[in-house]
């Protein structure tokens, strides 16, 4: 099956070649979370940093508040965490190796997609595929077949990711020194 081609009207200088439509499970592995025991859940920083969901993302980035002591699924640090349940798309790197609760995924991305993915949560993709009757979720295969716009280029990804990455720094930067006491 052939994937979908479209061009950017902005560009970087040098990068010519189309875009893909791509599923995002072919771009990148993803595991889905599995909680581990609540027994085994501890306040001790020296266990395992254990991901459950939305309230563990702060600014972009896992914010460890919760560790466990068994191992269940996981992610390596500098990975993607997107939150699967109640919101769905809230997403963010995170700069530990995780265990990963019922609530998360992990993304073996880059900056790109975490860009990519923060795009579609700003534009309200999620909630166009998320169901629930109680709370918003999504599965695994929903989330595998996510269709992402890609470059083909590795340059062009790694181009595009750090402009963006860049912007976020001087939007955070700004919002810090507009809420900063005088």
Not at 69 to 89: C, F, N, Q
């Amino acid at each position: 099956m052939a994937e979908k081609q479209n061009t950017p009207e902005i560009r970087f200088k040098g990068f010519t070649d189309p875009w893909e439509q791509r599923k995002l499970g072919g771009i990148a592995p993803v595991t889905m979370g599995q909680s581990p025991n609540g027994a085994c859940y501890t306040d001790n920083p020296n266990d395992a940093v254990l991901v459950q969901g939305n309230a563990d993302l702060k600014d972009g980035w896992v914010f460890p508040r919760v560790w466990t002591t068994e191992i269940t699924k996981t992610a390596k640090a500098g990975d993607l965490i997107m939150s699967v349940r109640a919101p769905v798309g809230a997403v963010g790197k995170t700069a530990y190796d995780v265990v990963l609760g019922r609530g998360v995924a992990g993304i073996a991305g880059n900056e790109f997609l975490f860009q990519a993915l923060s795009k579609k949560e700003a534009e309200g993709y999620w909630s166009t595929v998320s169901a629930g009757s109680t709370f918003d979720s999504i599965n695994g295969d929903e989330l595998r077949n996510t269709p992402v716009d890609y470059p083909r280029s590795k340059p062009e990804r790694e181009a595009v990711g750090s402009c963006l990455s860049r912007i976020d720094c001087l939007i955070t930067l700004h919002q810090r020194t507009q809420s900063a006491p005088l």
